[in-house]
């Protein structure tokens, strides 16, 4: 079992970051990917980005070049570096994390970006 818990968020204008946590407690041994997902308005819940063990990162199209995911095993901790925030970024981040094929789901921290 795992239970993740998201940190980070709130309310930025436009063009300002943010740095999203997530941390893992319970059998936090073998987690294998990492992610962060939203569904901005209109469109399809995404992974906005992922990262996994040996620290290989991918982004959805939107998020490539603003953000940056990183990784600290030890520490059992994820980081979302947000920069160059638009409006269009406002949306509930949910930490996602897998482990021995099942996936776990954070509560969510909630990002608003001001236009």
């Known amino acids: 079992q795992v239970q993740l818990v998201e940190s980070g968020g709130g309310l930025v204008q436009a063009g300002g970051s943010l740095r999203l946590s997530c941390t893992a407690t319970?059998?936090?041994?073998?987690?294998?990917?990492m992610g962060w997902y939203r569904q901005p308005p209109g469109k399809q819940r995404e992974l906005g980005a992922a990262i996994t063990r040996d620290g290989v990162a991918n982004y959805a199209d939107s998020a490539k070049g603003r953000f940056s995911n990183s990784r600290d095993i030890a520490k059992n901790t994820m980081y979302l570096q947000m920069n160059s925030l638009m409006h269009q970024d406002t949306d509930v981040y949910s930490c996602t994390a897998t482990r021995l094929g099942n996936d776990y789901w954070g509560q969510g921290t909630q990002v608003n970006v001001s236009s």
């Open positions: 319970g059998s936090t041994f073998l987690i294998n990917v």
